[in-house]
């Protein structure tokens, strides 16, 4: 776990280094925040990152979404997963499903790609297996302006979750 203090005292790289998997695959985030250091706590710099986010082009905001990998997906089974995505994943018990489960969680997995263009993403800290199955039901009926705000919030509740991992 690296200091606040610590971190705004960085250099850009080693900031972006240890924060630049908060926003799976998308570094961007943190090199944008980096000049707006120094942060007073945690929640500044939490703020900063979901501004950042925010803020973007709806085309960048799509590709930051369709970086995510698929719950309990065909790169889970690899062990494909980010360090991050990983460890979530698993406390859910997603590294652990039944093949009636896998199945269940892949069929709707192409649904929801199908009609949305990307992946389907919740803060799998923040719920359970079968919260997420409830949210699958629920949520693929959307519109994908909705979905896409909604898949934005889920995102932005685990980097938060991943910088109080980080940061103290």
């Known amino acids: ?3 606040l203090s610590n971190l705004n005292a960085r250099s850009v790289e080693d900031f972006v280094g240890q924060l630049g998997g908060v926003y799976e695959h998308s570094p961007w985030v943190a090199e944008a925040v980096a000049s707006q250091r120094p942060f007073a706590d945690r929640d500044d710099l939490i703020a900063a ?15 930051l979404i369709r970086a995510h990998p698929d719950l309990a997906g065909k790169l889970a089974r690899a062990g494909a997963l980010t360090e991050e995505s990983k460890r979530e994943q698993a406390g859910l018990g997603l590294d652990r499903l039944t093949d009636e489960e896998f199945e269940a969680f892949t069929d709707f997995n192409e649904r929801y790609r199908e009609r949305f263009g990307f992946p389907f993403i919740i803060c799998a800290r923040l719920t359970t297996k079968q919260g997420v199955l409830d ?23 685990i980097a938060r979750l991943r910088i109080l991992d980080l940061v103290e």
């Open 1 to 3: 776990m690296a200091d």
């Open 135 to 157: 949210a699958f039901a629920r949520r693929i009926g959307q519109t994908s302006e909705e979905e896409m705000r909604t898949a934005l919030q889920e995102i932005h509740h």
């Open 49 to 63: 990152m979901r501004a950042v986010v925010e803020a973007a082009s709806d085309e960048r905001k799509l590709i």
